[in-house]
């Protein structure tokens, strides 16, 4: 029996798209220039903000009638980089068996596109952007943004640059669910299918703990040095230590039971002080390779958007929220072992768009995968994708 | 009406015990200093320690035949102080509700006695007593400790200082369970009844990971300074972080919702990135409090007892180290909202010791009040210990 990883075993039922097999293309779009064709953005804060550039990946082709595009959202810590290999090197995109060739977002019909989320550290515009008035990383002076924030830049990239004014469908997972969700409440015409997968209507104070946890531990390494870490390219340990708390949260207690149990990893010092459980190798492995590659201001910035996602705020109940959805289908989709949005959130959006009529499928997902359901049961997400997405 | 704290209104229903009502005296045991009476303790781990030192309290009377004692096993943070205030401006001690007269550890007719563990920082000797080699603290050269070693020394304290060689009960919470747990494994005719409440037989890997982020914290932090931070007596950070981190274990997701909602402390300035959240305030307050009373090495290395802790690791199995048990009846107490020590883990505890056919009472409450329910709701768990204390 061959020893694979996780990811390597879905490799080999999903074997990744190469780059012509899905057509990919890898560009970026900056508006909110302060002209009069890209004024700035009003930011959700009442604050204008600019310029924006937007990394984004295209997989398929867009149609004449530029009316069979499908956007992604992407979660927290992802990137424009959904699907297939930039070049033979690189890594396979972060939710390439859902798309291509015959999988349930198919390249050979739709026009899918991605982008990096205002506030983030692959290519769009966030905190480790330089800032034209200063020349230097906005750091800390980057202003607060929100989930709409992030919706509103997504559709200019769309509008204007694409020149896509109806989509498919908005499909995303996690905080990518948020903007989903947020999608078809602010702009209810816009699309004809949703699907909001493993996300909540609201941060609940359980997550904006944890959350906070994240930034508190930013916050007092001195290495991060007030935001102004930039220079230095230092390891910052504090958020290694922010992503391990995430981890856990990413997981579930059966899936650490199953993954890691009590192993240890080094059995003959056990009493030890400084040997480690299995699990808390793992930790460390995922804390310190995430540092390498993400910038803690972007994870500050990101996680405070979280914060203060709730659909309802410019409503006077949930309810009255979500009936201001017009997508002709909404799918929603949570997982049993997910403790950072718990089912229950899903399954009360679920239960309030039924009583306002709207057509509504919800599907809670046995597993015990937890939170990171969305990024690895493609065997019981993909049909019910496939289904949703296709069916006409 | 009164807008009273949850501890206001606690102390409202149960009345702080005076410490003449309930003969409160407070003590230190010394011991394991080496000579042909007291040799050094042989720990777990092989290694040969001492001196130790044991900071006790003591509550209603040891009668003639030293026959009316119950052990008092105290959680990770706790200390000797159960029960009373030592004067009239001191802290109300920290299991109060459930001892003195007509409580159901009724000091009129048992002696109750408490040590605060090996390894803490409240009397007891932990890696902040000084080192009598080096005269200094020995901070991280205390040695690994375990939750047996906890035992042991309460054995010696009971026998060597009080004279007691059997006990009516031995009762504990938490880590308190679990040292009640080893006590009844370990010592199996020691005691008549055991008690343990919101515990477990083994750390799980979530809880691991839990305490490897805490201990992360900790030692990230510059000012730890590898653990010789106490001549300068800054405040922790990464300790504040630890607790927080702990505090979320503590509570769960329901208990957030109603204790903190989405409460913003400054609506006003809902977008400003320093603002927060209630939830994000009472973790600062929790975090920051520890940190002027905690030692942040007894922190290390009592989450490090706590991880391996694994009742059956000199057995085969789980059954076998339970089938060990004798007490002639034994009390498991678990929380549904308790996701750090889970029900489901004193189920499994609960259901081999019935087929071992061990006398043995399973009382699974509900309650929002997660993991701290056992130092929360006297209400539920006062009665079913009443009832199994002093039913005979």
Redesign the interface.
Same mark, same amino acid.
């Given at each position: 029996m061959k020893n694979l990883t996780g990811k390597q075993l879905r490799e080999e039922k999903f074997p990744p798209n190469l780059p012509e097999t899905i057509n990919l293309k890898h560009g970026k779009f900056t508006f909110a220039t302060g002209n009069s064709e890209f004024p700035l953005l009003k930011l959700?804060?009442?604050?204008k903000f600019g310029p924006i550039t937007l990394d984004y990946e295209t997989y398929g082709t867009l149609n004449k009638n530029k009316d069979n595009a499908i956007l992604i959202c992407h979660a927290l810590t992802g990137n424009s980089h959904v699907a297939g290999r930039l070049d033979k090197d690189s890594e396979t995109g972060w939710w390439d068996p859902i798309i291509g060739p015959g999988r349930p977002l198919d390249t050979n019909k739709y026009f899918i596109v991605c982008s990096n989320i205002l506030g983030g550290c692959s290519g769009s515009t966030g905190p480790n952007s330089i800032n034209p008035e200063t020349k230097e990383p906005y750091a800390?002076k980057f202003p607060?943004i929100?989930i709409k924030d992030m919706v509103e830049t997504q559709k200019i990239l769309l509008e204007k640059h694409f020149g896509i004014y109806h989509l498919k469908s908005v499909i995303g997972g996690s905080i990518g669910g948020m903007q989903a969700l947020q999608w078809g409440v602010t702009y209810p015409d816009f699309m004809d299918k949703l699907v909001v997968i493993a996300a909540t209507s609201?941060?609940?104070?359980?997550s904006?703990?944890?959350n906070?946890?994240g930034r508190?531990?930013i916050m007092?390494?001195?290495k991060w040095n007030g935001g102004n870490y930039y220079k230095e390219k230092r390891l910052l340990?504090?958020l290694a230590?922010a992503r391990?708390?995430a981890h856990?949260t990413y +997981?579930? $207690?059966e899936a650490?039971?199953i993954?890691?149990?009590?192993k240890h990893a080094n059995i003959t010092e056990?009493?030890?002080?400084d040997e480690?459980?299995?699990?808390?190798n793992y930790?460390?492995h995922q804390g310190y390779k995430f540092v390498k590659k993400f910038d803690a201001n972007s994870y500050?910035?990101l996680s405070?958007a979280m914060? +203060?996602f $709730?659909i309802s705020r410019d409503f006077n109940s949930l309810e009255d929220a979500l009936d201001n959805i017009k997508a002709k289908e909404i799918l929603i989709m949570s997982f049993t072992s997910d403790?950072l949005f718990?089912s229950y959130q899903s399954q009360e959006m679920s239960n309030i768009l039924k009583e306002k009529e709207k057509n509504v499928e919800y599907h809670e997902i046995n597993t015990y995968s937890g939170h990171d359901s969305f990024l690895i049961e493609y065997d019981k997400i993909n049909p019910i994708i496939d289904n949703f997405i296709n069916k006409d």
């Open positions: 959700e804060s009442g604050m800390m607060t929100t609201k941060l609940s104070p359980q904006i703990a944890f906070k946890i508190h531990a007092i390494d001195p340990d504090g230590l391990m708390v856990i +997981l579930s $207690d650490m039971q993954k890691f149990g009590r056990y009493f030890d002080f480690k459980f299995e699990v808390e930790l460390d500050l910035y405070k914060d +203060l $709730d403790w718990p």
